[in-house]
């Protein structure tokens, strides 16, 4: 029974969820990071008190009114009238009580005198005798402010407005360092650590497959880019997210490169993406055979929806094979997720064998060791410097489990002798045969056309320029005599025909 298949967020979502190791350290300095921030805008924004329906202005309004009332001193009610009796005895501490107007002196025109001085109630009023009463002090009139007054008043209106301008860019300053000072720190740690998990992936499968009594120390006499020295490299570093593997000295192939393209983990905007869209850590293994040790084979095997793109977009391919779609009779075949594009099905047939099947592509195998297939593609025809390739392309699991590809790596040295030891029938190399010369054929043509393209657009360049150098030698003279020639034969060109008749 077929496993249930999950989709692209499905696996995005346990990836996300499933998070381990490095990666969780990561994710729990940005949510630290991020919870900072929360916090110091938080903080900003209470210290600038910026709340929604209070403006700048209104602010600034209160604060004037508050300064007003607390520059202006206490006015206090008058204090309440008392009656005082006289005392006979004149030796008494108190003021005397103030005078009515009968005991003003009138003058000889009945008008009361003049008082000596002016005085009010509280001259009379003795601070001693009613203590915590509130005393009204008279207060001078302020003066008129003059004419630049008005001006320092709005200067100073604007002068809060600055300041309270000021202080909030200076919070939004902040805001900015903090976040840029943030991302740099968690792109600095994840740059050293994406590193490290890529070296550490990469060394681990060259442990497993190239080092002593492996795979490849056993298929080829000279591994890595060295002589043959023991100290030599295995890998080729050629970026952050790239190492190369090569290996020679085997018989029916020149030489194998093997090529790890890994997440780059150490870019921290690309590891986010590869949360969202899920991407594997991939080696492709390139064999170039021999001249005389590889037959007329065109053969890619795929999932299905891997296969009609390679379809699509291999020159090979396109022209010399086609999808096969039964298989062969009386044969067991590959997994329902599996489709072959080949040039004929005695080519399939005699290629994909049963211990392929066994190991790989039959059903039970490909759902217990065939997570890590991608393709295969065998080709003569190949559109490079190197005809003849073998291409076999595996994604890499975790560091810990590298054993789990043991099988997937055993296809490469088992294709190697498979391809160069297989002859075609007489039969199927007659339609080979056929349809490479037919190509032959159409690729001259094509080559014809071009040369023919490139030597008619010399031409007319050429032509071109020798005409533009005769034009630069003729005088005024000739010139002014050519344009009136080629001006007069254009109006005949547009003068309509007329056909007289004569009348009888």
């Not at 300095?29 to 903080?43: K, P, Q």
């Not at 009204?136 to 302020?142: A, C, L, N, Y």
């Not at 099988?407 to 030891?421: E, F, H, K, N, S």
């Not at 190509?439 to 071109?464: P, V, W």
């Amino acid at each position: 029974m077929a496993k249930p298949k999950l989709g692209r967020w499905q696996l995005a979502v346990q990836g996300c969820l499933s998070v381990r190791g490095d990666a969780l350290f990561i994710l729990l300095a940005v949510l630290f990071i991020f919870s900072f921030f929360l916090h110091e805008i938080t903080r900003c924004s209470v210290v600038a008190a910026d709340f929604e329906g209070f403006d700048a202005d209104d602010l600034e309004y209160e604060d004037e009114a508050n300064d007003a009332f607390h520059s202006q001193p206490l006015k206090k009610p008058p204090p309440p009238s008392t009656t005082f009796t006289q005392s006979s005895t004149p030796e008494s501490h108190h003021s005397p009580p103030p005078q009515s107007s009968s005991d003003v002196p009138a003058t000889a025109s009945g008008e009361p005198a003049e008082k000596p001085y002016a005085s009010s109630t509280l001259d009379f009023w003795d601070d001693d005798e009613f203590e915590g009463i509130p005393v009204q002090i008279e207060e001078p009139r302020p003066k008129s402010p003059p004419p630049s007054e008005p001006a320092d008043v709005a200067g100073a209106g604007d002068g809060s407005t600055v300041q309270t301008t000021n202080r909030r860019w200076r919070h939004s300053s902040y805001a900015v360092e903090i976040v840029c000072i943030s991302f740099l720190i968690v792109f600095a740690i994840n740059f050293f650590i994406g590193k490290r998990q890529n070296e550490l992936i990469a060394l681990c499968w060259a442990s497993q497959f190239a080092t002593k009594d492996s795979i490849f120390d056993k298929n080829f006499s000279l591994l890595g880019t060295g002589d043959g020295k023991e100290d030599a490299p295995l890998l080729l570093k050629e970026g952050q997210d790239v190492f190369k593997f090569y290996a020679s000295g085997r018989r029916y192939c020149q030489s194998l490169l093997a090529t790890m393209e890994l997440r780059s983990r150490h870019d921290l905007i690309a590891r986010v993406m590869d949360l969202l869209l899920t991407k594997r850590d991939t080696i492709t293994f390139e064999v170039a055979m021999n001249e005389d040790a590889m037959d007329h084979v065109v053969l890619a095997v795929a999932r299905k929806k891997t296969a009609r793109s390679m379809h699509k977009e291999a020159k090979d391919l396109q022209r010399f094979a086609a999808v096969m779609a039964t298989p062969p009779h009386g044969r067991r075949w590959v997994a329902e997720d599996l489709m072959v594009v080949t040039e004929s099905k005695e080519v399939a047939g005699d290629l994909i064998t049963d211990v392929v099947i066994d190991q790989v592509f039959g059903e039970k195998a490909f759902d217990m060791f065939g997570k890590g297939f991608i393709s295969l593609h065998f080709t003569d025809q190949h559109p490079g410097s190197r005809k003849k390739l073998l291409l076999l392309k595996f994604a890499l699991p975790d560091a810990n489990n590298m054993a789990d590809m043991t099988r997937l790596v055993t296809l490469v040295p088992y294709y190697i002798d498979v391809i160069g030891r297989y002859k075609l029938s007489a039969q199927a190399r007659t339609k080979t045969e056929a349809a490479r010369v037919k190509a032959a054929q159409e690729a001259f043509k094509e080559m014809q056309s071009t040369r023919q393209e490139a030597l008619q657009k010399r031409k007319s360049e050429k032509k071109k320029s020798s005409e533009e150098a005769a034009e630069g030698k003729q005088s005024a003279e000739a010139m002014r005599k050519k344009q009136e020639k080629e001006r007069s034969r254009q109006m005949k060109k547009l003068t309509p025909k007329v056909k007289m008749l004569r009348s009888h």
